[in-house]
């Protein structure tokens, strides 16, 4: 408190020198007023709105839009598929046969697939491209593979780098379904636009790595989208990663949601709290990543009460904190 009390006397100070300045920025009227006054206090409980993210039940009404806005995604989706290839046919049963296992998928997946869906258009993207973490990680935020690719993407550490996300001790953006699917688009996008918008061979490199897509293209007429995958020259866990695709889209465009119970029964929304903390001016300005000389120059009601010679000050700011945590 030593410290708050010598740093707010000199900015003090620094004010009252200045004070032939006859124009007065009422943001320095309120920073030397609120100055004075915590300079007097010797704690200080700060009240400010925060956020936080809650879970309340859907009703039925969004249960049957949120169904609809996923079916109408899915009906999007190519139906040029290579039914002719028997391991598809193969991969497409087991959809059929495990509905459990779709839905599973399905409830991890609604609330992100509209996000994805929504940045794939913005860069140009398939729509199939949400299928994609479906096969990676049944849309996992979490999910960790024990090669040691993480989050609903499965990125590698270095290829998270690459493409902007940070990835060191105590912070790991792959985990983050905004950030990670940013990324993992851009990734995509850059992988679509190197092999002339050909879908297919843009998701083998991204499951198999760049460096085989060339080998991808010995298929002969690259051109011809849904090739006979059965006699291309490829790794066969990447042939079966498109087999997989390819029954998801298949499966994913006949399938009914208008009954499709497994969806969430919930939703996630912002409630707004109080939050009471007994904290410096400067540790809150930390802790916000601002100035003490912007926390003080904001309105707030400086509430006194003294007990055994302390001074305890109330403060609550009069507008909701822009940048609470």
Request: proline share 4%; with cysteine.
């Amino acid at each position: 408190m030593n410290k708050i009390r010598f740093a707010v006397t000199v900015v003090l100070g620094t004010i009252l020198m200045s004070g032939c300045n006859t124009s007065v920025n009422p943001s320095d009227e309120l920073f030397a007023r609120n100055s004075h006054e915590l300079y007097t206090c010797n704690s200080l409980l700060i009240h400010e709105k925060v956020d936080r993210i809650v879970e309340v039940p859907l009703d039925n009404k969004e249960k049957v839009s949120k169904n609809k806005k996923l079916g109408k995604i899915f009906a999007e989706f190519d139906k040029d598929i290579p039914y002719a290839m028997a391991k598809f046919k193969k991969h497409l049963e087991y959809l059929k046969n495990h509905p459990r296992h779709v839905q599973s998928v399905l409830k991890n997946a609604s609330g992100y697939i509209e996000m994805i869906y929504d940045e794939a258009r913005k860069n140009k993207l398939p729509p199939e491209v949400v299928i994609i973490p479906m096969i990676e990680s049944m849309y996992n935020p979490n999910a960790r593979s024990p090669g040691g690719q993480v989050g609903m993407w499965q990125f590698t550490a270095q290829t998270a780098r690459n493409f902007g996300l940070k990835v060191a001790k105590g912070i790991d953006e792959r985990k983050d379904p905004k950030k990670s699917t940013r990324a993992a688009i851009k990734y995509l996008a850059y992988l679509y636009k190197m092999v002339d918008g050909d879908l297919d061979v843009a998701v083998a490199a991204y499951n198999a790595g760049e460096g085989r897509v060339r080998r991808l293209y010995e298929k002969g007429d690259s051109s011809n989208r849904h090739s006979n995958y059965d006699n291309v020259k490829m790794p066969d866990f990447t042939r079966g990663y498109l087999y997989h695709l390819f029954a998801y889209s298949n499966y994913l465009q006949n399938i009914d949601l208008s009954n499709f119970k497994m969806l969430p029964t919930t939703k996630k929304v912002v409630k707004k709290d109080i939050k009471h903390t007994w904290v410096s001016i400067l540790d809150f300005a930390k802790h916000h990543d601002k100035t003490v000389r912007e926390i003080e120059s904001r309105e707030m009601i400086i509430d006194k009460k003294e007990q055994d010679g302390q001074v305890y000050c109330d403060i609550k700011f009069s507008e909701d904190f822009e940048g609470s945590n």
